[in-house]
């Protein structure tokens, strides 16, 4: 037997003697306001964790606190009090490095050791509200009872009952830790407005907490929400284009002990962020390396170690180790999105779909995943479903006119040329200077295969201040200029400009290019208008995917 294992054994005997042994007459000396128990409590036996991937730095501190449990333990003249605290720190160790069995065990034994100790019953509370124990309520109240005025314990409780559905009492425990008001607490008076319906009051709770706050980024998606309740569409876009994952700040002292007892993964995320902001990619994978030796079960780290080798090329290791992180947290958007991106470089479309497809489900109002997912469907040729992707980009990024001109593409290749003309209409109103909005419309209405959909005369007003102007791709708009010549009748001169534009093309080298302007010329030269704006293999419906950059959000 190694010596850490004998020191293991040492802690486990000795602590198994001190409860055997423990004088719980002596629990009938402290106050019994903050603890409801039988006269003669059982103290829970502690489960032994696993600290053989903690790394020797973390397993001495551990061990440390452990040595320390039995020694006072043994003390005779140590209080109940005395003894309660002891364990509240063992568990407090416990809970920095995520063994929360642990740690709720000691907890549990801190509690009804020392019931006057406030922050034993709020750790507990916190590690019970964490696993979904419907008891967290009862020990966040018991921390109440002994710290009325403490701020984090009223917003614990209130957002527990918010989570229950007790919409009054949630507000009451809000209202109670507003003195003074903080953004964390407006967004639980916002929250219960909108729940109950009060949507004035909802969007003036949330604005206030934006003024507190500006740089809580989150609140913009519940004024979106309270916009879309109340009917102002533009309004709820804004808010959702503004939208990010910054929640309003709790200053929480007692979270802040336990992550001041951290000895190893607080250095190692500090040395990994800033190797990554530096651009020093391989020090912070290393950095993330380590922080797994310590916690194997880290989907974060995980997660930031696939970007880490993501941005030094090593797409594969990336892959794995994302791979790591959904299977310890599926439910993460930026991970499933990164994969995408990262499969789309490795030439694999359609496990870069189903990622993307994966990335929007979980998150909405993920953009970027709705946009690469509309490209890569659009070449798939599924033009009706990459038609809706671009629609909620539109939804949710109003700003973004590639994806205005491109939802209209997919129908078109999709063979729904009114659909199309209708939201090309839109886009122009919204964009009425982008150029390449501008010529696609008027190549619609100088070409539609339905002739109640042409405009033959606005088309050609519109391409002729594109040329006037020089705005736009010379080329494109080149052939819309012929295309709207044509149908005004003009043959003559339409097919002078597709034949200046093939020669141009011929001369620069580009004949596969011209020759895909050969047959419009001949309709030219035969007196005949194009009735197809958009050959079906013109590489317009054939988006590249655009800026590919592996997640590096927050959730």
Request: hydrophobic content about 40%; aromatic content about 8%; glycine content about 6%.
């Amino acid at each position: 037997m190694n010596s850490i294992s004998h020191m293991r054994l040492i802690f486990l005997v000795v602590v198994s003697a001190v409860l055997l042994a423990t004088d719980f007459s002596l629990l009938a000396e402290a106050p019994q306001t903050a603890q409801a128990t039988d006269q003669h409590p059982k103290l829970r036996e502690i489960p032994e964790p696993d600290l053989s991937n903690t790394g020797p730095s973390i397993e001495k501190q551990i061990e440390a606190a452990q040595n320390a449990l039995p020694r006072l333990l043994a003390e005779p003249d140590a209080s109940p009090a005395q003894r309660g605290d002891a364990f509240g720190r063992l568990g407090q160790i416990y809970q920095a490095y995520g063994f929360d069995d642990a740690a709720r065990a000691a907890y549990s034994n801190a509690t009804m050791l020392a019931p006057e100790s406030y922050k034993w019953h709020y750790y507990f509370g916190y590690l019970k509200q964490r696993i979904g124990d419907e008891s967290a309520l009862e020990s966040y109240e018991l921390a109440h009872k002994l710290r009325p005025k403490d701020r984090c314990i009223l917003l614990r409780l209130g957002n527990l009952e918010l989570a229950n559905g007790d919409w009054d009492v949630a507000k009451s425990w809000f209202v109670k830790s507003m003195d003074p008001p903080s953004a964390a607490a407006l967004l639980g008076l916002g929250k219960v407005a909108l729940a109950k319906h009060d949507y004035s009051a909802a969007l003036k709770y949330f604005k206030d907490a934006l003024v507190l706050e500006p740089q809580a980024s989150s609140l913009h998606y519940q004024l979106a929400m309270t916009y879309r309740a109340l009917g102002d569409t533009a309004q709820m876009q804004r808010e959702m284009a503004a939208r990010g994952d910054k929640d309003p700040t709790i200053s929480d002292p007692l979270l802040t002990e336990i992550e001041l007892l951290k000895q190893g993964k607080v250095a190692l995320l500090e040395r990994a962020s800033k190797a990554m902001n530096e651009g020093r990619y391989g020090d912070a994978a290393s950095a993330y390396r380590d922080m797994l030796f310590i916690d194997p079960n880290d989907a974060i780290a995980y997660r930031y170690l696939g970007v880490a080798l993501a941005k030094s090329g090593k797409r594969a290791e990336a892959l794995e180790n994302y791979q790591h992180a959904l299977q310890l947290n599926p439910n993460t958007a930026a991970v499933h999105y990164s994969m995408g991106v990262l499969f789309i470089q490795e030439g694999k479309p359609n496990a870069a779909i189903e990622h993307f497809r994966q990335a929007s489900l979980l998150d909405p109002g993920l953009v970027a995943a709705h946009f690469q997912l509309a490209n890569l469907l659009m070449r798939k040729g599924e033009n009706r479903e990459a038609a809706r992707e671009y629609g909620l980009v539109v939804d949710t990024a109003p700003q973004n006119a590639f994806a205005r001109l491109m939802q209209p593409m997919a129908l078109i290749h999709a063979g729904d040329y009114s659909q199309a003309r209708r939201i090309l209409e839109q886009a122009t109103a919204a964009f009425p200077s982008d150029p390449d909005i501008t010529n696609v419309l008027a190549r619609l209405l100088a070409a539609a295969p339905d002739t109640a959909l042409r405009d033959p005369q606005r088309a050609l007003h519109m391409v002729q201040s594109l040329v006037q102007h020089e705005q736009g791709d010379s080329f494109e708009v080149g052939v819309t200029l012929a295309m709207a010549l044509a149908a005004v009748g003009r043959f003559r001169e339409a097919g002078y400009y597709q034949k200046a534009l093939i020669q141009q093309l011929e001369s620069s080298g580009e004949s596969d290019l011209a020759s895909r302007l050969r047959p419009n010329l001949d309709l030219y030269n035969h007196q005949k208008a194009c009735t197809l704006p958009w050959a079906q293999d013109d590489p317009i419906f054939f988006p590249t995917p655009g800026n590919l950059e592996v997640s590096t959000a927050n959730e």
